[in-house]
């Protein structure tokens, strides 16, 4: 089945670092990925939109300077948590659509819990 | 995307059948149905997808009536590591990846 992977799956940093996650479509191209984070005892909340070779698109509320998407190539999208500060921390997780037979399922990485001092 | 409404929370015990019931009364002609399982600490995992009618896997049922305002999802035989929350999300097929929209979910606690 399709898999997408994370990396890191864990980091802890101090307050004003600024932390890359990775998100991987590891058998399948992904021209759109997502990003979601989660709060404790909390449903997920789309962050925004990753497109291959194009700009991110942005919930409502969500700061694109401080977490800035990139989508390298069909298989890869980074989030960058720019200055990050303790309310940051959370859980952040990145999905990828994958089409089969007239349909469309979203694939979800491992997530990545984020730690900030 | 039409909203969805589920209980917050299930008990179950082991060697039960689990339906879980979902609302969606603004449902579009070409929103699917999907559910996610999501497990602490990890992210949500693909169960099952429907349209109408019936849908079978080897982990769950999917049931949709025909007006399509409701879905259950049913899990045979549960056992402790089903315990889990459980998503019911309703969508368009766009083609090109479609937005999803998480509500609170239900979690399930399966017991001895």
């Known amino acids: 089945g399709a898999v997408v992977s994370q990396h890191p799956s864990w980091v802890i940093c101090k307050s004003g670092t600024s932390v890359k996650i990775e998100c991987r479509s590891l058998?399948?191209?992904?021209?759109?990925m997502f990003w979601y984070r989660q709060f404790p005892k909390q449903s997920l909340m789309l962050m925004a939109t990753s497109n291959e070779g194009s700009k991110a698109t942005y919930e409502q509320g969500v700061e694109k300077d401080k977490f800035l998407i990139n989508h390298a190539s069909l298989t890869l999208s980074t989030l960058t948590v720019t200055s990050a500060h303790p309310e940051d921390s959370s859980f952040y997780i990145c999905s990828a659509p994958r089409e089969q037979q007239f349909q469309e399922t979203q694939y979800f990485g491992p997530g990545t819990r984020l730690l900030v001092l | 995307l039409a909203k969805t409404t589920q209980p917050i929370s299930m008990d179950s015990y082991e060697g039960q059948e689990v339906n879980i019931t979902c609302s969606h009364n603004?449902?579009?002609?070409?929103?699917?149905i999907t559910w996610y399982q999501q497990f602490p600490s990890q992210g949500p995992r693909f169960i099952i997808q429907?349209?109408?009618t019936k849908v079978t896997n080897e982990v769950a049922s999917l049931f949709i009536p025909a007006d399509r305002k409701s879905s259950t999802l049913s899990l045979p035989r549960v056992s402790l590591s089903d315990t889990a929350v459980y998503y019911c999300?309703?969508?368009?097929?766009?083609?090109?990846?479609?937005?999803?929209?998480f509500g609170t979910g239900t979690q399930l606690k399966v017991e001895l």
């Open positions: 999300l309703v969508g368009p097929f766009t083609g090109g990846g479609n937005k999803l929209t």
């Open positions: 058998d399948f191209q992904a021209t759109t």
């Open positions: 429907g349209y109408k």
């Open positions: 603004n449902i579009a002609t070409n929103d699917y």
